[in-house]
């Protein structure tokens, strides 16, 4: 795979947290990934910025560690020491300016090196209480700046979460903003990134076979579920202050509802689909306490309370079901439903339309018949499934279930997380935002959830309890 001749300039990355437990589990092994591709520039370096007292030749030890890890230091040792060459390393405290002065010395010396302003991406690979300290001192050390108007651009990448509610999220957007233009912000959500979900706005756009009957109309309901066999094991600092709805209700379920129920886009060009996405999200109705006893759902592992890091006594949702509404005239009164959690069984990650019965229909009489469904699976297989009825062979007419089956890959081919993060890495590289989080994204979300999660803190919706490794909840839940 050869680079892009629009975008391969010679680039840097600066890792903030370059030591950190983001960069060990995804950041690294996707740049390898795009590594072993040839898919990054000939001129390439990552920078890892961490208070950690190392020299680069010990930040490349560290980085194989990484890899053949992951890979194997004996399936590429070759690449791997080739791939090490890419990393420097420069010891610094977020909070400290003369930190920033020095990071600035070490890229000076790759441009130097190079004899060429490079392009520049700050990766904050760091929790989210660093990110005003770290947008300020980007700012204020001039980091951020391009070289000038025809050389060198700077981008900034952001993970979630974006605040903990609309307050925060504003809070940090406002500073973004005053000390960015928009076009250097990209805000990552990987699941924007995942083959299957990619393929939402094709599957829908690209065919004429659903798109007319895509409303109201002839939709029942919309489920989004994602449900996990892993638990919260050692994350119990970080998960107990977040919960299952804040961790991807909020975020990875509202991007699946947009893309989902979104109208058609104008283009593809990157800013129309981002605002296509917000104005969807705009039109989540947001609920009121009595929707919210109503419609949703919570329930936490038995075990949870005793991991490391959670809170005695906690009221953390591990699981939750809520049953959300769009004002349109597209889709009023149809229930989307978002289904999530952890330790519940087999893993299953999909999106299911159910289409209404028939009225009236053909159908033999007396006889069961079921609704039409369209899934889009992601976990364990990336594939679509069309559930249809068709006459058994025979004298009598009889009916029976049959699927379309459409797989796009074996579940062996497809490495979790780092591919997502290898595209979305290499999108910052070429400056498509179209799998980025917009703004008005970000707001639009918050507007909907902070009533939600406002009311579980109050314990206005009760808690209830399951047994871990088994979707018994799911049952106890089928109300909603």
Known sequence: MTPDPYTNI????????GTGDLMRRKVIPAFFYLYKQGALPDKFKIVGFSRRDMDDSQFRSYVKEVITAHAGELIFPEVIESFLKLFKFQQGEF????????????IDECDREWGICSNKLFYLAVA????KTIFQNLSDSKLSEPCSKHEGWTRLIIEKPFGVDLKTAKSIEKLLTKLFKRRQIYRIDHYLAKEMLQNILTFRFANNLFEQQWNRQFIEKIQIRALESLG????GAFYDPVGAFMDVGQNHFLQMLSLVTMEHPKSFDPKIIQATRAAILKKLQVPKKKDIQKN????????????????????????????????TPKWKGVPIILEGGKRLGDPLKEIIVTFKHPKPCLCPPDQAHHKNEVIIRFEPKDEILIEFWSKKPGFALDTAPHTFHYLLREPKAHIPYIEEYAKLLLDCIK???TLFVSTDEIKAMWHFTDPILDAWKKDAVPLHTYKPDTKDIIEKSAHI
């Not at 909070?95 to 070490?106: A, I, P, Q, V």
């Not at 919260?232 to 994350?235: D, I, N, P």
């Open 431 to 433: 400056g498509d935002q």
């Open 10 to 17: 010679p680039t840097i990355l600066v890792a903030l947290g």
């Open 232 to 235: 919260v094991e050692k994350r």
């Open 128 to 131: 989210p209480e660093f990110y």
């Open 95 to 106: 909070n400290d300016r003369d930190s920033y002065r020095e990071l600035k010395k070490t």
């Open 296 to 327: 949703t759902f919570r329930a936490q592992y038995d075990g949870y309370r005793a991991i490391e890091g959670v809170k005695r006594g906690s009221n953390t949702e591990t699981y939750f079901k809520v049953r959300a509404y769009l004002n």
